[in-house]
């Protein structure tokens, strides 16, 4: 039983090996037969990729059932065939066979892969040849079809745009031509290794290399199109940058305001100046120089050009002028300032002749009216020498008239306020004058009012003397009050001459008239008080002198009558008789 038992194991173990001799077999054919297809078709690819596909389907080893068949699989198939060849009976014939058929086609296999293996490497350089020529050339074409484009770009920025496009293809040109010199040494390579290859390899350089040619002419072709217009738009760009800055300048330049000083006036001119030194250092003669140019040399835009070359020349003529027109509006500016301090000046001058004027002092003496007379009189003199300021402020203000201020109005009326001022000054020269003259000739007139008046209480005390009520001397005084009479008499002209000059005074109307005929009432009651008085003395004195000869002669006839009294109460009635004698005692009786 056991025998029998290990034979039938020992059956099992031999069916369990050719059935995996068989199994393994059958891998192998399938795999054998997978690559007797691929190498039968003789398919080298229809580009380097394919035939790398290829390649890499030849060499696979195969995966799952197929995996891992290579002449050390073979070499195992082998040992299990001699192993079961060695082991099995009546399968070792057919163990023994299927191995050399397996052997067979595995050599004739490999002899096939070698072949198609060394065709699929000539077709890979090939496909890689043309690969790469293939990716040059279009490249290359494609950069030609960016050259293909007519635009030159609408402004500079396009066309620096397109400039470093195309600046940007002829550097790639430039880096293909070291890619054509490898393309070069490949061919070489090829046509050397692969002579039947060569006529196609060659045809392949010469078209990459007229393509090439092609693509630098263009590239040159669109470098001066596109030269030509970057000269234009730059020279645009340049024009309207320029223009822009004359713009800007121009608005600086008349934004200036009106200066408030003359310190802000001269400011104002020294940045104008430094405006005007900015304008000339950027004159725009380079610029017209570059548009001329373009011009002479045929440009495609020559008349566009020329546009913008008298645009641009029109707005710096402008610039100038705005230059020039404020200049003048600073200029005149600073010469109105000026102005305005002569003006303030010559006010001042003016204020302080009025001040002087304004004085209503018109002196309590003639002493003092004298002063201010002479005091006027030098002011007067000193006046019309300083006069000339008025007449420089009227010169210079007509000056600047005549150039055509831009403040003409305020100027004329300033120059003839100051006139006016002036003139209005010598009216209150000439009527302080007059007033002073007024004046002196009051304080003379109420001098002889004065003196006049003095004389007269003077002389009223004199007539007020009741002197005459003292009869002695009364002849005497009779005959001094005579005397007194007529030099009151004397004195009435004098008082006439006052009363005319007082009279005349007041009939020119005279500032004192009212003191003036005041003192002219004054006066003439005095003077009337002085005759009333003098009159009334005169009479007094005549009544005294008839009283004193009435007196003179009563005392004569007392005299008179003691003396007959005492003639009658003497006891002598003469020593005789005798008609002498008695006739001396009788005359004294009868001399009456």
Known sequence: LQHESNLISRGLEEARGILDFNNEVSKVEAWIRDK????????????YEHCMELQRKLEDAGSGATRGVDDERIEQIF??????????????PAVEAKRAEIGSKYSALQQDIQAYRSR???????????RDTDDTLARIKEKILQLDSSDRGKDLKDVQELTKKTEGVAEFLAGTEKRIAEHQSVSGDLSRRYPDMSSEVEGKMAAMADTWAEANTRVQQRKEALMSGLQFHQFVHDCQEYQAWLLDLDKRIKSVAAPNSVAEAAAFMSLHQERKAELNG??????QAVGSTLVTGGHGEAASIGEHIERTVEMRDNVSQSWEATEQQLLQGHQLFIFKQANLRTVAWIEEKEAFLNNDDLGDSIAAVEALVRKHDGFIKTME?????????DKKGEELINNDHFDAG?????????RARMEAVQDKCVQRLRKLEDSRHL?????KVYDIKSWVKEKTQVALDESYYDLSNLQNKIQKHAGFEAEIAA??????????????LCAVGHFASQEIAGQLEDLASEWNHLQDTSKLKRERLHEANSALIYLHGLDEFETWLEDNERLLESEDHGKDRSEEHTSELQSPLQSR
């Open 36 to 47: 007797e297809l691929l190498v039968s078709q003789g398919d080298l690819g229809k580009d």
């Open 79 to 92: 040992q299990m065939a001699a192993k079961l060849c060695s082991e099995a009976g009546s399968e070792a």
């Open 120 to 130: 699929l490497a000539v077709a890979g350089a090939m496909h890689a040849f043309q």
């Open 282 to 287: 950027r004159n725009g003669e380079a610029l």
């Open 385 to 393: 020498k300083q006069a000339v300021i008025i007449d420089e402020l």
């Open 410 to 418: 305020k100027i004329k009326e300033m120059v003839e306020a100051a």
């Open 443 to 447: 304080y003379q007139f109420l001098r």
């Open 491 to 504: 004195n009435k002209s004098r008082l006439l001459a006052i009363n005319t000059e007082g009279e005349q």
